[in-house]
C-alpha cells in the first residue's frame, strides 16, 4: 500500500504554476511511539501556502523536496498513544498527502460535527481570523463602515457577514461582476466594488459616504493604498494577509504610508489566527449564533481530489474561489 | 508702524527653497473685540510645516500667498478681553510675523518661566510629542530595545533619553558622524546610527542583538522599511512623521508593507501631539522629572531673526538641527 504526496518540485520566483510541484508515490509512514498514523479528510487551500514559499516567516520556510505543508482534518487510523483513539477526528499541521504520521500531543482533538468542513470554515481557520481580527483589532460599533477586501474570499465573507450582525455599513471588495453581485446578494454587503473595474477610488466615495472606520486588508499593494485614503480620523486597519504580494518578487509598497497613518491618526495591526486561540471558545459561540440566526451563511468551495490541490491553490491565487476552500482527500467517516 | 511677513510666494512642488518665500511689510494689525494683538517671540521650525503645503492634512492646506503659519510663544501687547492682560505670555496658532492678532479664546496662557524657549523644547511640542507617542503608543519596557530616527532632531532625542530613563537598550539613526557622535555622548544612546554611511541593515544588526521591540519613526520610507525588518514579534512602531516624504512629490512606499505586519504581528499608529492633550500635566510632571535628575538634557537650536526663518526650515528638511529648532522673532520680556 502506498502513499501519495504533492511536493514542491522547485521553489516559485514568481507566479505559481503547475510545473512547482510534482506528484510522488511512497511507502505508507509508520507511527513511532507517542505517535498517530492519520487519514487526511480535508486540506485547508490559503493564500498563506504561498508565503510560505517566499522565506521564513511564521513558520520555517517550504524548501524544495518537501511535501507542501496544510492545516488539515484528519481521521485517527492508528493509534500508539493512549490520548487518541483509531476514529478521532483531530486537527494536524498535515502535508499535501494521502496519510501523514504526528505526534499525539502536537494534533487537536476535533469534536464530532455533521459536517467536518465546517471545523475549516464558519468554526475553523476562516471564521476564527475573521472573527478575531475584527473584533480585536478592527473593534467597530454599529453604525461604523467596515471595507473589506477579498470580500468574497474564505475570511472576507465571514468578516462582512459579523460586521453586519453588528450593525455596521459594509462594503466588500472582489474582483469581477459576478462575484460582486455573489457578495450582495448571498453575503448581505451593503455594497461591493468590482477592483478589475476602472475608478476604484470613485466607488470607494460613492459605497463609503461616511468614508471608512475600519479597513480589514486582506490583499495589500494598490487596493491598500486606495483604501488608506479614505480612512476616517482614528480609523483601524486590520491586516489579515497581502494576497496581491505573495505571488510576486517586486512588491509595492503604499506610498502613502506612513504619512496618512500620522495625519488621520490611524493603527494599522497584524495578527495571526493563533494569537486569539485564548478566545476560540467566545468565537465559536458568537458564530454558531449568527448561524443560528441566518445572518451567517457558511461558505465553502470544496475542490475534490489531492491530485487537484495544486490547481486549487493557484486558482485561489488567481481569486477563483468563492467561499472558504477546501480539498477534499477522503470522505467524511460515516 | 509696519509689520513684517512671510508669505509664501509659490507653493513647492518638489524641494523647498528660498525662493518660495517672500517678505513683505504690512500695516499692523489692529486687535478687534474680543481679540488681542500678540507680538511674537519664539517660533517653532518643524518638519511639518513643510507637510501643510502639501495639501489639507489636519489642518486646511497653506496656500500660495498665504503668511507661513507656525506655532509661536507671544506676548500680549494689546487686549480687548478680559481674559488677558497685557505682558502674559501666550502660545498661539500664529504666522511668521512681527505681530500677529488673535482671538483672546484661541489662545493659550503659559506659565512665568525663565526660558521661554523651554516651553516649545522639553515641556513643549517636542517634548509633549516625544513623552506622548512613545508611552502611549510605544510602550516601551525596561529591558526592551528602542529605536529611533532623527535621533538628533527635537522629538528624537526626547524619545530616546526618555526610554533610556526608563532602563530601555536606546539607538538612534541619524545624518552624519558628528551628530550621531553627539547623540551618544550628549544624549547618552547606547549607539546611533548614520544612516548616510553604506551598511544601514548591517549597523542595526550589531546595534541591535535582540531586535528592536519599539520603534518611534519620525522619517518613513527607506529607513522604515529597514527597520521593520528587525522589529520583534508584537513590536510597536510609532508613525510620529515621515519628513523623508515631505519634500518631494514621488513618495516610496516601504515595499514590505503591510506582510510585515502580519508575520510578525506588528502594530503601526499614527498620532498628533494634541491627541494627548489630556495627558499633558502627567507629561510636563514627568519631564520635570527627569530634568531635575540629569537624565533628560534640555536641547535647543535657535535661529535668531524673522528673516531667517526660511532658512531654518529649509536646514531643518535638510537634518542639520541638533535639538528643537526655534526662531527668535524678539527677545524674552524682562
Known sequence: MTNRQITIAELPTDALTPAHFKQVESAMPEAGEGEVLLRVILMSIDA???????????????????????????EVVQSNSPKLAVGDIVEAE??????ITAKAHKVQKL??????SHLMSVYGIAGKTAFHGLMSIGKPMAGETVLVSAAAGSVGGYVGQI???LGCHVVGIAGGAEKCQWVQDELGFDACIDYREAGLSKALKAACPNGVDVY??????????????????????V??????QYDTDNPTGPRNLPGVLVVKRLKMEGFIVMDFAHNDAKCIRAMQHWVSTGQIKVTEDIVEGLENAPAALIGLLAGDNKGKRLVRVAADPV
Open 48 to 74: 498563506a501556502n504561498r508565503s510560505w514559499m517566499k522565506g521564513a516567516t511564521y513558520r520555517a520556510a517550504v524548501q524544495a523536496g518537501d511535501a507542501m505543508p496544510t492545516y488539515a482534518i484528519c
Open 94 to 99: 498535515a502535508t499535501w498527502s494521502d496519510y
Open 111 to 116: 469534536p464530532k460535527v455533521d459536517r467536518l
Open 163 to 165: 460586521a453586519k450582525a
Open 216 to 237: 480589514f486588508d486582506n490583499v495589500g499593494g494598490k487596493i491598500l493604498e486606495r483604501a488608506l485614503n479614505f480612512m476616517n480620523e482614528q480609523g483601524r486597519v
Open 239 to 244: 491586516c489579515c494577509g497581502a494576497i496581491s
